[in-house]
Structures are given as structure tokens and as C-alpha cells.
């Protein structure tokens, strides 16, 4: 069992930044592929980013790509992610999730792959 716990969201004016934290407890983190999505009022929730068990490898989706970095530190159990450049179409609950057990430098994409989740934090951006 793991639990997730997201921090970091707010209200922002277009073009800023925020940098979203989320916490693990329970099992070994480093055992876990995270990811990151977000559900906007009216749509299914989807994937944003993902990285790897390692930290090395990291996929995003196209609307973020150059704009949402995200990050893992394994001592501290927490995965960030770094989003820049913000526009009203990234307003969104955002969630982390956790896939247990891919192989180490997997990144997982499918929601239905992510055992655990948050319980999410709201991110406006105002135009």
C-alpha cells in the first residue's frame, strides 16, 4: 500500500509558474514508475507526464512538452512537477499516481496501469 499526497497547486496568471510536490509513504518508493494527470471540469483525466522507477527516463504529453518538467528524488519519496509557461488550458485538477513494479526504466502511460492515486490538487490559470 502506498499513499500519495499532492501539494503545490494554486491560482496563477498566464505564463507563470508552479511546481507541484507529491508525497509517498508506505512501500518503497523507488519501487514505483509515478506519473502525473489532470482532470478538467467535463473531460476524462489524462496523462501528463510520467518518469521511470530510476528517474532516468520521462515522457510527456504533447500540449506540455518544453513547458512541464517533472522529476523524482528516491531518498526523500517525493516526484515533483515543474510547470512553466502556464495557459488557462492547463487549469485542471492535477493527481499523482503510482504503478508498482514496471522495470526500471519504464515510463507508464495507461491509466488503468497506476495502482495508486492522490487525492489532487487544483491548479487555475487565469488569462
Known amino acids: 500500500q502506498v499513499q500519495l499526497v499532492e501539494s503545490g497547486g494554486g491560482l496563477v496568471q498566464a505564463g507563470g509558474s508552479l511546481r507541484l510536490s507529491c508525497a509517498a509513504s508506505?512501500?518503497?518508493?523507488?519501487?514505483?514508475?509515478m506519473g502525473w494527470f489532470r482532470q478538467a471540469p467535463g473531460k476524462e483525466r489524462e496523462f501528463v507526464a510520467g518518469?521511470?522507477?530510476?528517474?532516468?527516463?520521462?515522457l510527456y504529453t504533447n500540449s506540455v512538452k518544453g513547458r512541464f518538467t517533472t522529476s523524482r528524488d528516491n531518498a526523500t519519496n517525493t516526484v515533483y512537477l515543474q510547470m512553466n509557461s502556464l495557459k488557462p488550458e492547463d487549469t485542471a485538477v492535477y493527481y499523482c499516481a503510482a504503478s508498482d513494479g514496471p522495470g526500471v526504466s519504464a515510463v507508464v502511460v495507461l491509466k488503468r496501469s497506476y495502482d495508486y492515486w492522490g487525492q489532487g490538487t487544483q491548479v487555475t490559470v487565469s488569462s
Open positions: 518518469i521511470s522507477r530510476s528517474g532516468g527516463s520521462t
Open positions: 508506505g512501500r518503497t518508493f523507488s519501487n514505483y514508475a
